[in-house]
């Protein structure tokens, strides 16, 4: 029987579908070959198996095997039988490289969050936090008992900060404010950069005590410590005064709208009358399209999975969250990055 368009199409959809359904073989060998570190050990050159299995402690052959896998996904490249070379895809997991992308790879594709995905079936059934379910307590409890861990998240955290600063500063005019507060900056890579782009600018970093115990060493980097004031607390109890612009950076997707609420309204009774409030997020389109917003879309069921009701937001959730703790939302205005700029301000 011959072949049919119809029949073309599905052959062409069946293999797009298993391509996407066995996309988690893809990320755990990415991070196996990270982890061990193989992407560093290549910088300066082709290595055999055996000379990286020796490097990393591993079984020469069964190290081999992942290689040549991830040479046909373009990770790698063999230079010569058994010799391997970083790709360009390669390169940027190495550790000293601008832009690096390990640590984004060890925290989203690493044990926890392998656990953590292996049970979204108990999130979507439920609507509670597979992390709290698969490791028995919450995520930033979780953290505060394991260092390691939490070292994983606040790289990954400094290396978010980091992509997102050219594009957030691309985007928007900071330079008509006196004083920016970064509310839950963390060691404050992103308000580091501001400063340093707008040599007039004052700014105010602020986070948990532990958090902000590693800015001052950022901040000197940047040159812009002389500027800035470090302050820690609890964003829930309240925030800084005197600032003509507040930043959320990756802040109100970690709750839901009830835990979100304080955030904001804390925000609102230290801002003055002319201020500017600025959440950086994904927001999500109203309806979605195959290839629009998939980073927005997965980081949302990351959400789902990780925290107590933490969810991505859509233009018209944003509009009606912030107007129940008395701001209007101006505009969202896009960036060169998966995240985009929610402008508010104080309703009259």
């Not at 330079?175 to 060691?187: L, M, Q, Y």
């Not at 107007?323 to 960036?335: N, Y």
Request: proline content about 6%; glycine content about 6%.
């Amino acid at each position: 029987m011959p072949t049919t368009k119809s029949d073309r199409i599905s052959t062409e959809a069946a293999a797009s579908l298993m391509q996407l359904a066995t996309a988690f073989r893809v990320s755990r060998a990415i991070y196996v070959a990270t982890h061990l570190g193989v992407p560093d050990l290549l910088a300066s050159g082709p290595r055999s198996s055996e000379e990286l299995a020796s490097a990393t402690k591993t079984h020469p052959s069964s190290l081999r095997r992942l290689m040549r896998t991830l040479c046909a996904v373009g990770i790698f490249r063999e230079d010569g039988p058994d010799r391997f070379d970083l790709a360009p895809m390669g390169s940027v997991l190495r550790s000293d490289v601008p832009g690096s992308m390990r640590a984004r790879v060890l925290f989203l594709a690493g044990d926890t969050g392998w656990r953590v995905w292996g049970d979204l079936l108990f999130s979507v059934r439920t609507s509670e936090a597979a992390f709290d379910h698969v490791l028995g307590m919450q995520t930033f409890d979780y953290w505060a008992s394991h260092p390691e861990e939490a070292a994983i998240h606040d790289a990954f955290m400094a290396d978010t900060s980091a992509a997102v600063a050219a594009p957030v500063l691309a985007a928007y005019d900071f330079s008509a404010f006196r004083t920016v507060a970064d509310v839950g900056g963390g060691t404050g890579l992103l308000l580091a950069e501001i400063l340093a782009a707008h040599p007039k600018v004052h700014g105010i970093l602020f986070d948990l005590p532990h958090v902000v115990a590693g800015a001052r060493e950022v901040l000197e980097s940047r040159k812009v410590l002389d500027r800035c004031r470090i302050e820690s607390g609890s964003f829930f109890e309240s925030v800084p005064a005197e600032a003509e612009c507040y930043l959320l950076k990756y802040i109100i997707h970690d709750w839901d709208d009830v835990r979100a609420t304080p955030i904001l309204a804390n925000c609102r009774k230290a801002m003055q009358p002319n201020s500017t409030l600025l959440i950086i997020d994904h927001v999500l389109p109203d309806r979605p399209e195959q290839g629009r917003s998939v980073p927005g879309f997965f980081t949302d069921l990351e959400m789902l999975l990780r925290t107590p009701g933490g969810r991505e937001r859509t233009e018209s959730s944003f509009r009606a969250l912030l107007a129940d703790v008395g701001f209007d939302l101006k505009r969202v205005i896009p960036t060169g990055s998966p995240l985009s700029i929610v402008e508010a301000r104080p309703q009259p």
